[in-house]
């Protein structure tokens, strides 16, 4: 019955046809949520920017500092300025003038006070200078929130419903987002940072699952490459978005404002019949088909309503009298269907940890962007750019060479070009932005492979929560990236070194997991735990 469910969904899908008005106007609704998380979710890397600053030097401030700046602060190796040492003033008498022998240069000591640029960031309206980790930490303790949101709304999803929980956590986005706008503290900062993500984080992977299961097989890269596209297309605004407001409170309530109006979907959005179907809730999901057919103006052949009714038949049975409730022996939870599977554990194991290295690869890459040579916001809009032909790629190549050799491809292109920066030297700035561009291509390309790759491999009645589970543990990547600043502190390319070592284990892992081209979503634990062998079967008949 489970093979009956499977296969007349997929009629369904194919018979409304992949273009019509419903399918048109319900991915639509679901692209907004995913534009908005795009920005959301790198929102850190403005309003945390590392500005320019320097020792206050409170014997010559009211002097032109272009004439003492030499003898009063030291250089970095870089030639820079040193933003945290200045030189011993030595020069108390009262016809001082902070000239060349005013100062001590054999005495190098820490900062009494700072002096910041006109830049807008956190930084200086907390006066964090000098203090690189607790910038860097609000990314890490947002992306910790994510821990709660991603496996909460992924038991809310299940179990409520897609419809549910994507609202729900768009209003938590917008009422966490706003409320950080207007911090006056660190401190509020970093705990409206953590609750956005906490309450809220998990908008993005409803949203995916819920696309996900409105496309057919042969659509769903599609599909992907349509959500990836749009969440650029996010990321490049908000580089944008800040460059022309220099507000960093600002440009938080231009993020998170228009969070609020996807509240409105409980009433718009139509839930995910599949998801309906797993529950046993067959006249909701025939009426909402029925809809769609009215909509795509097209008619719903008997055979494809009658393979959904067979879904009706366990439920049905199971909830028509307390009797028989009692006499019928209870299923284990899926739960402990997930726990007591080897191959399921095995692939949440292995999907848990490509995520991690998705991730950190992709975040800490574009986090440390915006620390290259040139433009902070032109290189942070090109690394972001760089997504759109990577998602093009992963959308050509995905159904025709599959997703393993796409993934072990591009993992390991990965890995070699992050290697590769640590050996280039700094004066090549050309060449380590096409490296570092090339790097986040491939990356970009494996991360869009992952995301539906694991939605093929989970079953409908769980996929939700594993997806959701492997999401959390990825979450580790994005925790550890926005941290990866502070390892270039000790060697330079140290970041660059440990994204290629993890993209190189993962390339070694995807080797372990079954081919899932063109097939149709398992509903069931036995259907996902089984596609190896239907893989099989499809290439020896």
Not at 24 to 29: D, F, G
Not at 316 to 335: C, L, N, V
Not at 462 to 472: D, P
Request: hydrophobic share 45%; proline share 4%; charged share 20%.
């Amino acid at each position: 019955m489970a093979d009956e469910t499977s296969i007349g969904m997929d009629e369904v899908i194919k018979e409304l046809g992949p273009f019509g008005k419903y399918n048109i106007v319900n991915y639509a609704l679901l692209l907004f949520p995913c534009y908005l998380a795009a920005m959301q979710a790198s929102g850190f890397n403005f309003e945390a920017l590392d500005i320019t600053y320097r020792c206050k030097i409170p014997e010559c401030e009211g002097i032109n500092e272009t004439q003492w700046i030499d003898f009063a602060i030291p250089k970095e190796a870089n030639g820079d300025y040193s933003k945290c040492k200045r030189y011993q003033f030595t020069d108390f008498t009262d016809n001082a003038t902070c000239g060349i022998d005013a100062f001590d240069a054999t005495d190098v000591q820490d900062c009494d006070g700072i002096v910041y640029s006109d830049e807008d960031s956190i930084v200086k309206d907390f006066d964090l200078g000098c203090q690189n980790w607790k910038r860097t930490l609000l990314g890490t303790i947002h992306n910790s929130g994510l821990f709660i949101s991603l496996p909460v709304t992924g038991l809310i999803s299940d179990k409520f419903g897609r419809k549910i929980a994507l609202p729900i956590a768009s209003l938590m986005n917008g009422l966490c987002g706003v409320a950080r706008s207007f911090s006056t503290s660190y401190i509020m900062m970093a705990i409206w940072e953590f609750s956005e993500a906490a309450l809220g984080g998990g908008a993005y992977t409803v949203a995916f699952v819920l696309a996900m299961e409105l496309v057919p097989p042969n659509g769903r890269v599609l599909g992907n490459t349509l959500i990836n596209f749009v969440y650029v297309i996010g990321l490049m605004n908000l580089a944008v978005l800040h460059w022309w407001l220099q507000d960093w409170r600002t440009m938080l309530r231009f993020m998170y404002i228009p969070a609020f109006p996807v509240l409105s979907y409980l009433y718009f959005l139509n839930e995910s019949p599949r998801w309906l179907l797993s529950q046993g809730k067959h006249k909701e999901a025939v009426g909402i088909l029925k809809k769609a057919a009215l909509m795509n103006k097209v008619v719903l052949s008997d055979h494809t309503l009658n393979s959904l009714k067979n879904v009706e038949c366990p439920k049905d049975i199971k909830s028509k009298s307390k009797i028989e409730r009692d006499d019928t022996k209870k299923e284990p939870s899926i739960f402990k269907k997930v726990i007591r599977s080897p191959e399921i554990r095995k692939r949440l194991i292995v999907c848990s940890y490509m995520w991690i290295t998705c991730t950190f690869v992709y975040y800490g890459l574009s986090i440390n962007s915006v620390s290259l040579a040139g433009n902070r916001y032109v290189n942070f809009i090109l690394v972001s750019f760089v997504e759109i032909p990577a998602n093009f790629v992963c959308f050509l190549v995905l159904d025709k060479f599959g997703r393993k050799k796409v993934l072990a491809v591009t993992y390991f292109l990965s890995a070699g070009l992050c290697i590769t920066l640590s050996f280039l030297p700094e004066g090549h700035k050309t060449w380590l932005l096409i490296v570092y561009l090339s790097g986040k291509f491939s990356i970009t390309v494996a991360y869009s492979s992952v995301y539906i790759y694991l939605s093929e491999l989970f079953p409908t009645n769980a996929r939700q929560s594993l997806v959701s589970v492997c999401s959390m543990m990825g979450r580790f990547g994005s925790v550890m990236a926005p941290m990866t600043p502070l390892l270039a502190l000790y060697y330079k390319n140290l970041p660059a070194i440990f994204f290629g070592s993890m993209a190189l284990l993962a390339t070694l892992l995807v080797f372990t997991l079954p081919e899932t081209i063109n097939l149709p979503l398992p509903d069931t634990i036995e259907e996902a735990e089984n596609i190896s062998r239907v893989k099989k079967k499809m290439n020896t008949a």
